[in-house]
């Protein structure tokens, strides 16, 4: 019996409610101070600018931080990664993997849709697993500038 339900299939390719980020020096240092990032165009914007960049660039893996406030419900506005399927009560991380298409930058506001790409299953030394593929794509404006892709392995 298939894992994939037919439910399951109904939610390839739907776009979750948008999630606004915001991107900010200090939070641009704090990540590639943590990442080990040494360049000075992270922390420096003189440094920067020297470089040719409008402002201090975000380092790799940084895509901002969520926006929120007291009005706000602050947790996951994405598709589901667990709980598709009852008989998969455990959840891992697969793996992600991040496309820039333009540069991001601080004062950039980024807003990111998230859906679900695929569904696969599989069978290994842990047993049934079924493998969820998202995508969520960070946009400037109109214009896109990264994509994350990221699995995850319920089993």
């Not at 020096?25 to 990032?37: E, F, M, N, T, V």
């Not at 598709?84 to 455990?90: D, E, I, K, Q, S």
């Not at 506001?109 to 493998?131: H, K, P």
């Amino acid at each position: 019996m298939s894992l994939i339900t037919d439910e399951m299939r109904e939610l390839l390719g739907v776009d979750y409610p948008p999630t606004t980020y915001d991107v900010d020096k200090s939070a641009i240092r704090l990540w590639a101070l943590a990442a080990g990032y040494t360049d000075p165009v992270f922390y420096d914007e003189d440094r920067a600018h020297r470089a040719g960049h409008p402002s201090l660039p975000a380092p790799p893996g940084f895509l901002g931080h969520e926006r929120f406030g007291p009005e706000q419900d602050i947790g996951s506005k994405g598709p589901p990664i667990r709980g598709l399927n009852p008989r998969l009560t455990r959840s891992l991380n697969a793996g992600t993997e991040y496309e820039y298409l333009k540069a991001v930058y601080a004062g950039d506001v980024l807003v990111a849709t998230t859906r679900i790409v695929d569904f696969q299953e599989r069978v290994g030394s842990m047993g049934e697993m079924l493998i969820i593929s998202r995508e969520t794509t960070y946009c400037r404006g109109d214009e896109p500038v990264a994509i994350l892709r990221a699995k995850a392995i319920n089993y």
